[in-house]
């Protein structure tokens, strides 16, 4: 399927496991992102990815990993889950082209850690 | 605060009304404004984008944007069930890496039949 799909859509875990939920996308965009959803905070970036194997942190990176090997694969790891990191979790890419600031968006992945 | 603030209601309103919605900002650098609808348990997509002062208009949709204030607004005329959602504004600087997107943190709408 054309476009950015994330998985799983529903995961629960439990407190100091570690999860990882994947990011792929088939535009070939340069730019990967990802943020979480949380009620009263909206979307915040946890950490972005400008080409394969560059990564940077965004707003909210504490616990979290990422990597990206391939140009359309951009994981994101908690490496030891916490009650904390209950939320929504959307994957997005960009082209990052400057006259084009749109963000394409994946249905996101409801995580809750019990 | 927030760099980007925006009410988050719930606003309710009757089938055929006009919402409107807006969001201020406290960096005067952002250049690109866009308004993103998400239905519930979906990802947000982008409904309207603008990069100067004015307004714009798709359709049943009028975004409008005033740097001066560091205001930005949207309106929906002749409102309609399929209308309800979760907006979110956001906004980006110019050469910002991948041009990261700043949100605020989104208004629900109900549009009532």
């Known amino acids: 399927d054309a476009g950015i799909t994330q998985s799983p859509r529903y995961k629960i875990t439990e407190t100091g496991r570690q999860v990882t939920l994947m990011c792929h996308q088939t535009?070939?965009?340069?730019?990967m992102f990802w943020y979480r959803q949380d009620l009263g905070h909206g979307l915040r970036l946890i950490y972005y990815s400008a080409a394969a194997d560059i990564t940077d942190k965004g707003e909210v990176p504490d616990g979290y990993v990422v990597s990206r090997s391939k140009t359309e694969n951009f994981p994101l790891t908690l490496e030891s889950a916490t009650r904390s990191q209950t939320s929504v979790y959307f994957c997005a890419s960009s082209t990052g082209d400057p006259g084009s600031a749109e963000a394409f968006f994946g249905q996101g992945t409801r995580l809750t850690v019990v | 605060q927030k760099e980007v603030e925006q009410d988050p209601g719930p606003l309710s309103v009757p089938e055929g009304a006009i919402v409107s919605l807006n969001c201020t900002y406290s960096?005067?650098?952002?250049?690109?404004f866009m308004w993103y609808r998400q239905y519930s348990r979906k990802g947000p997509e982008l409904l309207m984008y603008?990069?100067?002062?004015g307004n714009k208009e798709d359709g049943r949709f009028t975004a409008q944007v005033d740097k001066s204030s560091k205001y930005i607004s949207l309106f929906i005329r002749d409102s309609q069930p399929s209308d309800s959602a979760t907006y979110l504004c956001a906004m980006t600087l110019p050469g910002t890496a991948g041009n990261k997107l700043t949100f605020g943190g989104g208004t629900r709408v109900l549009v009532k039949p």
């Open positions: 960096n005067s650098a952002f250049q690109y």
């Open positions: 535009w070939s965009h340069s730019y």
């Open positions: 603008t990069y100067s002062s």
